[in-house]
């Protein structure tokens, strides 16, 4: 158990549903972010959030929607989304101060069908 | 472009044997950390190490960084089965009045470890 958590931990759904990822961290971080790990790539960054203002959105498609209403909570919200998506969704908190480490919850294992 | 590149990309050793795992990266950093994932699961931060610092060491674990070269390397000495997962480096860009874990992954090594 690191202090964040992720809920589901598993998600199957259609390429026309619309679905939810959430995270929320329980060790008083100030910034939040979103990874994405496809198979056979290197983790890669979609969003951060420092102190609930987006400061980073990695060229990551609009079908991808993030959404932090305070510094404990993050969601990830999905429409619209193709098989290509399935991935494994990371969500990691930290202090931003250019010298502590992040802390990652387990994942949301999404598999567009 | 990819920051950080992890070498080798696959490692098998006998427990009790030490494992090295390297990793090289491209643009000034803040930091550079290590982490370590099992099996499709979250990541796990085994080590910080800062970009003045050229050393570090964390129980069985021992972290180099050479910021001259780029590159920074993750020993593993006495090696247990329970250590079998992938390992990953990530550095923290220094990016000028910017600071945060913007961090950028290299592809990770795998290391099994048979007992």
């Known amino acids: 158990e690191t202090g964040v958590t992720q809920t589901p931990r598993h998600l199957v759904m259609g390429m026309t549903n619309k679905k939810s990822l959430k995270c929320e961290q329980h060790l008083g971080h100030n910034a939040m972010y979103w990874y994405k790990q496809s198979a056979k790539k290197p983790l890669e960054l979609m969003f951060v959030?420092?102190?609930?203002?987006?400061?980073e959105n990695n060229s990551v498609p609009s079908r991808f929607s993030p959404e932090c209403p305070n510094s404990s909570h993050l969601f990830l919200h999905l429409h619209t989304l193709q098989p290509e998506d399935s991935a494994l969704y990371l969500c990691?908190?930290?202090?931003?101060?250019?010298?502590?480490?992040?802390?990652f919850g387990q994942g949301t294992r999404l598999t567009v069908v | 472009s990819q920051q950080g590149e992890e070498d080798p990309q696959a490692l098998s050793i006998q427990e009790g044997e030490n494992a090295t795992m390297n990793c090289s990266y491209k643009t000034s950093i803040n930091n550079l950390q290590w982490y370590r994932q099992n099996s499709g699961r979250g990541l796990v931060h085994l080590i910080l190490?800062?970009?003045?610092?050229r050393e570090k060491h964390s129980g069985r674990l021992r972290v180099t960084l050479d910021t001259s070269k780029k590159s920074s390397s993750l020993l593993i000495t006495a090696s247990r089965a329970a250590d079998t997962a992938s390992y990953f480096c990530?550095?923290?860009?220094?990016?000028?009045?910017?600071?945060?874990?913007?961090?950028?992954f290299g592809a990770g090594t795998i290391l099994r470890v048979k007992s």
């Open positions: 959030y420092n102190f609930k203002e987006q400061t």
């Open positions: 990530a550095t923290d860009p220094a990016v000028s009045g910017e600071y945060g874990n913007k961090l950028v």
């Open positions: 990691a908190s930290s202090q931003v101060d250019g010298y502590t480490e992040a802390f």
């Open positions: 190490i800062r970009s003045n610092e």
